[in-house]
């Protein structure tokens, strides 16, 4: 009997078999442990100094935050067990805050009006139907490579959500004068919020189908490389197509987040510093262009330079003004939890819920969140670099860059560093339509995370090919002595 041939993969294999990576799911629990202690905390300051007593509200709350993590928890172990262990406690710890925030600006409302219409318990029903698309994603989305097959369909639906807004009359579309909502019988939503994700998995997959042409193709103009036409129609198409319609629609501050995703992903792409200049060239042309047409574009830049000018004018710098003393209020360690007034800044639970926090936490407390933030998006950058495939680098890059940029749109406006412009803070502010779009990005990005951090399974020992019959070597066999007749012999064997 042959025995069988060890070849030097196998036998390394069979000693030495790979070792198994940790999940880091334990690490995970014991974040959203201590997230859910400092939201529990949170609650109960909130409670104490505005009532004096704590209700059964706070066991509610707590009770509903603590399942919907819990099974966010259980979903990530079971379908992504080796994504980041960090993305979803931040997500949790500020998605927590936030509404620990809506609640405390209910309870100062409800003081005012008494027939005031809380938004917490909304916000916590937005919650679930997050989750909810937050599970689809992470069960049909079992590989994110197979987004780009979908990739020109997703963006073609992207473009139309879009336009949709601004095709409907005002009746069906604008809130406070920007035509991006889509009012249906009970509820309304948001299509720019989806259609940045949709527009971002075309844009990755079309970059890296076409990134050597946008790197060596086309002509040379001023020294620099660009790409054939016909290759850069398309993505040209698509950006101006989406900027001109959230322009017509007065929702600059999408577009602003759009054109800043784009142009970071086509760096991210050809690694070529000439298309950040031609990018930020054509974004101040556009600035320039926005300005002398829209007169909405010039009140923001007038309530920016001194909204102390425009505090009583209409759609002025009452707003802003009001989210600096705020601000100036809370100084440097806040005013505490439940003891500011942050209900006198309109929109206090939607666009300036930065001002809210910062007048009640005070700038360390300010800090700490966009630190969070800051976490948050830098795992996902790392988890988009030790990802193998080029469009799942490009499309994590992009989906955590998106975080940055629109937590840097909304702080930058509230604080008057930029002119401000109606942006959502991500997983803080009250609203269904940003706090759906957020929980896909997250189990986008906790999809890649996983492929990224996910053990290669060992390559399969290739089989030894035996020679044919007729090359084998002719072996002398000696027969043993008293076998088959007397005295020994040598036979020839194949």
């Not at 994110?144 to 336009?163: P, Q, S, V």
């Not at 807004?165 to 005002?170: E, F, I, R, T």
């Not at 009583?312 to 100084?331: H, S």
């Not at 940029?405 to 991500?426: A, E």
Request: net charge neutral; aromatic share 10%; glycine share 10%.
């Amino acid at each position: 009997m042959g025995q069988p041939i060890s070849t030097p993969q196998s036998s390394q294999y069979a000693t030495n078999p790979p070792r198994e990576l940790p999940t880091r799911r334990g690490t995970e629990l014991l974040l959203l442990a201590f997230a859910a202690f400092i939201v529990t905390s949170a609650f109960i300051l909130v409670q104490a100094n505005q009532e004096q007593e704590l209700s059964w509200s706070l066991l509610w709350y707590g009770m509903a935050y603590l399942t919907i993590f819990a099974v966010a928890h259980l979903a990530v172990r079971r379908w992504a067990p080796y994504a980041d262990p960090l993305i979803l406690p931040c997500v949790a710890l500020l998605n927590g805050l936030g509404l620990v925030m809506i609640y405390r600006i209910d309870l100062a409302e409800a003081v005012n009006d008494p027939d005031y219409t809380a938004s917490a318990p909304r916000q916590v029903l937005f919650t679930v139907v997050a989750l909810a698309l937050f599970l689809g994603v992470l069960i049909v989305v079992s590989d994110h490579r197979t987004l780009t097959r979908y990739a020109y369909t997703f963006g073609l639906i992207g473009i139309i959500a879009l336009a949709l807004p601004a095709l409907l009359p005002s009746s069906l579309s604008e809130v406070n004068g920007a035509k991006v909502w889509l009012k249906l019988p009970g509820f309304s939503i948001q299509p720019s919020e989806f259609a940045k994700i949709l527009l971002m998995i075309f844009f990755a997959s079309f970059l890296v189908s076409k990134r050597d042409l946008f790197m060596a193709a086309g002509k040379r103009v001023l020294g620099v490389e660009l790409p054939r036409a016909r290759d850069l129609g398309p993505i040209l198409i698509a950006a101006v197509a989406c900027l001109g319609i959230l322009v017509f629609e007065k929702d600059l501050g999408t577009s602003l987040l759009f054109f800043g995703v784009v142009l970071v992903m086509l760096y991210v792409a050809t690694e070529r510093i000439i298309w950040v200049v031609v990018g930020l060239g054509l974004f101040f042309a556009g600035c320039i262009i926005a300005y002398n047409l829209f007169t909405h574009v010039q009140q923001r830049v007038a309530n920016w330079l001194d909204p102390l000018e425009t505090y009583y004018d209409a759609g002025g710098g009452y707003q802003i003004a009001q989210g600096l003393f705020g601000l100036g209020t809370g100084g440097l360690g806040g005013t505490g939890l439940g003891a500011g007034r942050p209900d006198i800044v309109p929109a206090a639970n939607t666009d300036f819920i930065t001002s809210a926090l910062g007048e009640e936490l005070g700038f360390v407390g300010l800090s700490a969140i966009l630190m969070i933030y800051l976490l948050l998006a830098m795992r996902g950058m790392r988890s988009a670099l030790a990802v193998r495939d080029t469009f799942g680098k490009l499309l994590g890059g992009g989906l955590s860059f998106t975080i940055i940029m629109q937590v840097f749109v909304i702080v930058g406006g509230v604080t008057k560093l930029i002119p401000m412009t109606g942006v959502t803070t991500p997983f803080l502010s009250y609203g269904g339509s940003s706090l759906l779009a957020n929980y896909i990005l997250v189990a986008l990005l906790l999809r890649i995370s996983d492929a990224a951090r996910r053990p290669q399974a060992p390559p399969k020992p290739r089989p030894q090919q035996q020679a044919p019959l007729a090359e084998a070597h002719t072996v002398m066999v000696q027969r043993p002595q008293g076998a088959g007749g007397a005295g020994g012999g040598y036979e020839g064997a194949q």
